[in-house]
C-alpha cells in the first residue's frame, strides 16, 4: 500500500527561511501581485515586525492557505503555518473585521449543527437569487460578499434526507472496515455526493461505520483564528470515532477537511494523551482518492471521455503525491486531458468571500485553464473548489459546456447501494 505521509512525522519549522526565492513562483497571490510583501519569504518577514501596520496585516490576510510555498521550501519552512498560527485574524478594514466577525460566528454556532445549517442553506435558496444580487449594487465589500455567497449556495435545497444508518456492510466479501466522515457542507448541500461515496466503498468491500456524534471538522474555525472552537470539534469528533472502533481508515469526501483532520494532533499538547488519540485517528485519515489509490478496486466511470481534473491546493502541497489524477487515469476510457495548476481557485474555505477581488481573479484564471483543454467534464476532490468553479464557469457563460464533477459522482456505482 502507498504510504500517505503524515503532517505531523516531518513538522515543518514554520519560520526557518533562508530567503532563497524558490517559494515566489509558486505563490498564487504573489503572481497576482509581485511584490515582496505578497510573497510567502515577506509575510514572514511582515510577521516578525511589531506593531503590525494595516498595509502589513492586508498582505498576511491576503494569504490563502494554499502551502505550496511549504511544498517548494527546501529549508523546511512554512510561510503559511506561520501566518495561520497568529492568535486571530488581523483584517485592517472595518468591514474586514466585520465579515471575519460574522464567519467566526457561523463557523462557531451555525455550521456544526446540521439541523442550523440547512435551515440556513434553506432560507437562502428561498431568497430570490435576482434580489440577493441586487446587493452588488451597493458599493462596498459586505454587499460583494454577500453577493457572491449567495450566487454560490442558493442553488441548494438541502434534500430532506432520513437519518444515516450508522453500519452498512459490505456488498462483496468485506476486506476494510471503513469510517466515513460526513462532513458539515458536504453532507448538507452535497449529500448525494456522500451517498455515491458510500455506495462506492460498499461495492469496493468495505463495510462503511457512520458515527453518529461527529461534527464539522473545524477547519473554518481554525483559519479564522477560532483555535478554541477547533479544539473543541476536534475532541467531539475524535471521541464520535473512537465509539465507532475498530476501523480500518477514516474516508473523507472533502480533500480539504482531510487534511484538517490529518492535523488534529497539532491542536493538542505535546504527549498529552488527547494528542495520543489525535494521532492514532490521523494516520487512518484518508481523502477518497487516497483511499482508491491506495487499495486499489476495480473503477468504472460514470461517463468515459476526455477529462481535466482541479485537485485542491490544500491537499496537493501536503499529501506530496497526487491521488486524484492517478485514479482517473486508471479508469478505462477516460483520457485525461492536462491543465496547468495555477496553485489555487480562490475559494479557499471563507477566503473567497473574505476576500472576493483576489479570489475571482485566480477563479478566472483557473476556469481559463480549464477551458482551453477542451474537456466536457472537470472532475475535483474538494466541495468548496467545486461550488466556486460552477460559480466560474457561470461567470463565464460555459455551464452547458463544461460539467464539474466530485470524483465520487464521476465514479459508477450502483444506484440501489445508495442509502
Ligand atoms: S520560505 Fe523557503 S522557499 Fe521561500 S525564500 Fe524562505 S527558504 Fe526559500
Ligand atoms: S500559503 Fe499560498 S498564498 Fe499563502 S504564502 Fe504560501 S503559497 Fe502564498
Given at each position: 500500500?502507498?504510504?500517505?505521509?503524515?503532517?505531523?512525522?516531518?513538522?515543518?519549522?514554520?519560520?526557518?527561511?533562508?530567503?532563497?526565492?524558490?517559494?515566489?513562483?509558486?505563490?498564487?497571490?504573489?503572481?497576482?501581485?509581485?511584490?515582496?510583501?505578497?510573497?510567502?519569504?515577506?509575510?514572514?518577514?511582515?510577521?516578525?515586525?511589531?506593531?503590525?501596520?494595516?498595509?502589513?496585516?492586508?498582505?498576511?490576510?491576503?494569504?490563502?492557505?494554499?502551502?505550496?510555498?511549504?511544498?517548494?521550501?527546501?529549508?523546511?519552512?512554512?510561510?503559511?503555518?506561520?501566518?495561520?498560527?497568529r492568535a486571530t485574524l488581523s483584517c485592517p478594514s472595518p468591514t474586514?473585521?466585520?465579515?471575519?466577525?460574522?464567519?467566526?460566528?457561523?463557523?462557531?454556532?451555525?455550521?456544526?449543527?446540521?439541523?442550523?445549517?440547512?435551515?440556513?442553506?434553506?432560507?437562502?435558496?428561498?431568497?430570490?437569487?435576482?434580489?440577493?444580487?441586487?446587493?452588488?449594487?451597493?458599493?462596498?465589500?459586505?454587499?460583494?460578499?454577500?453577493?457572491?455567497?449567495?450566487?454560490?449556495?442558493?442553488?441548494?435545497?438541502?434534500?430532506?434526507?432520513?437519518?444515516?444508518?450508522?453500519?452498512?456492510?459490505?456488498?462483496?466479501?468485506?476486506?476494510?472496515?471503513?469510517?466515513?466522515?460526513?462532513?458539515?457542507?458536504?453532507?448538507?448541500?452535497?449529500?448525494?455526493?456522500?451517498?455515491?461515496?458510500?455506495?462506492?466503498?460498499?461495492?469496493?468491500?468495505?463495510?462503511?461505520?457512520?458515527?453518529?456524534?461527529?461534527?464539522?471538522?473545524?477547519?473554518?474555525?481554525?483559519?479564522?483564528?477560532?483555535?478554541k472552537t477547533a479544539a473543541k470539534l476536534a475532541r467531539q469528533n475524535l471521541d464520535a470515532f473512537?465509539?465507532?472502533?475498530?476501523?480500518?481508515?477514516?474516508?473523507?469526501?472533502?480533500?480539504?477537511?482531510?487534511?484538517?483532520?490529518?492535523?488534529?494532533?497539532?491542536?493538542?499538547?505535546?504527549?498529552?494523551?488527547?494528542?495520543?488519540?489525535?494521532?492514532?485517528?490521523?494516520?487512518?485519515?484518508?481523502?477518497?482518492?487516497?483511499?482508491?489509490?491506495?487499495?486499489?478496486?476495480?473503477?468504472?466511470?460514470?461517463?468515459?471521455?476526455?477529462?481535466?481534473?482541479?485537485?485542491?491546493?490544500?491537499?496537493?502541497?501536503?499529501?506530496?503525491?497526487?491521488?486524484?489524477?492517478?485514479?482517473?487515469?486508471?479508469?478505462?476510457?477516460?483520457?485525461?486531458?492536462?491543465?496547468?495548476?495555477?496553485?489555487?481557485?480562490?475559494?479557499?474555505?471563507?477566503?473567497?468571500?473574505?476576500?472576493?477581488?483576489?479570489?475571482?481573479?485566480?477563479?478566472?484564471?483557473?476556469?481559463?485553464?480549464?477551458?482551453?483543454?477542451?474537456?466536457?467534464?472537470?472532475?475535483?476532490?474538494?466541495?468548496?473548489?467545486?461550488?466556486?468553479?460552477?460559480?466560474?464557469?457561470?461567470?463565464?457563460?460555459?455551464?452547458?459546456?463544461?460539467?464539474?464533477?466530485?470524483?465520487?459522482?464521476?465514479?459508477?456505482?450502483?444506484?440501489?447501494?445508495?442509502?
Amino acid at each position: 500500500m502507498t504510504e500517505v505521509p503524515n503532517p505531523f512525522v516531518q513538522k515543518p519549522d514554520p519560520y526557518r527561511c533562508s530567503r532563497c526565492g524558490f517559494c515566489l513562483a509558486v505563490c498564487p497571490t504573489y503572481r497576482l501581485a509581485p511584490r515582496e510583501p505578497d510573497s510567502p519569504r515577506g509575510r514572514l518577514v511582515l510577521l516578525s515586525s511589531r506593531p503590525l501596520s494595516p498595509v502589513a496585516s492586508a498582505c498576511l490576510d491576503r494569504c490563502l492557505g494554499c502551502r505550496a510555498c511549504e511544498a517548494a521550501c527546501p529549508a523546511g519552512a512554512s510561510p503559511a503555518r506561520a501566518v495561520q498560527a497568529r492568535a486571530t485574524l488581523s483584517c485592517p478594514s472595518p468591514t474586514g473585521r466585520l465579515i471575519a466577525g460574522l464567519l467566526r460566528f457561523a463557523a462557531r454556532t451555525i455550521i456544526p449543527a446540521p439541523g442550523r445549517l440547512r435551515l440556513a442553506l434553506r432560507l437562502l435558496h428561498l431568497l430570490d437569487r435576482t434580489f440577493l444580487q441586487l446587493l452588488k449594487l451597493f458599493p462596498g465589500q459586505l454587499s460583494e460578499t454577500l453577493a457572491l455567497l449567495a450566487a454560490l449556495l442558493t442553488p441548494f435545497a438541502p434534500p430532506r434526507a432520513p437519518r444515516r444508518t450508522s453500519l452498512l456492510p459490505a456488498r462483496t466479501e468485506e476486506k476494510w472496515r471503513v469510517a466515513f466522515f460526513t462532513g458539515c457542507l458536504m453532507e448538507s448541500a452535497l449529500r448525494a455526493t456522500n451517498d455515491a461515496a458510500i455506495a462506492l466503498l460498499r461495492q469496493a468491500g468495505c463495510t462503511v461505520v457512520i458515527p453518529p456524534a461527529q461534527t464539522c471538522c473545524g477547519a473554518l474555525a481554525y483559519h479564522l483564528g477560532d483555535k478554541k472552537t477547533a479544539a473543541k470539534l476536534a475532541r467531539q469528533n475524535l471521541d464520535a470515532f473512537a465509539a465507532a472502533e475498530p476501523y480500518d481508515f477514516v474516508v473523507v469526501t472533502a480533500a480539504a477537511c482531510a487534511v484538517h483532520l490529518r492535523e488534529y494532533p497539532e491542536l493538542f499538547p505535546a504527549a498529552s494523551p488527547a494528542q495520543d488519540a489525535a494521532r492514532s485517528f490521523a494516520v487512518r485519515v484518508r481523502e477518497l482518492a487516497e483511499f482508491l489509490r491506495e487499495t486499489a478496486p476495480p473503477l468504472l466511470p460514470a461517463a468515459p471521455g476526455k477529462v481535466a481534473y482541479h485537485e485542491s491546493c490544500l491537499l496537493r502541497n501536503t499529501a506530496h503525491a497526487s491521488a486524484l489524477p492517478a485514479v482517473l487515469s486508471r479508469l478505462p476510457g477516460v483520457e485525461i486531458l492536462p491543465a496547468p495548476h495555477l496553485g489555487c481557485c480562490g475559494s479557499a474555505g471563507t477566503y473567497l468571500l473574505r476576500h472576493p477581488d483576489v479570489a475571482l481573479a485566480l477563479l478566472d484564471a483557473e476556469v481559463a485553464a480549464l477551458a482551453r483543454t477542451g474537456a466536457a467534464t472537470v472532475v475535483t476532490d474538494n466541495p468548496g473548489c467545486l461550488l466556486f468553479l460552477r460559480y466560474g464557469l457561470e461567470r463565464h457563460n460555459l455551464t452547458g459546456k463544461i460539467a464539474v464533477r466530485h470524483l465520487a459522482t464521476f465514479l459508477r456505482a450502483e444506484r440501489q447501494d445508495r442509502q
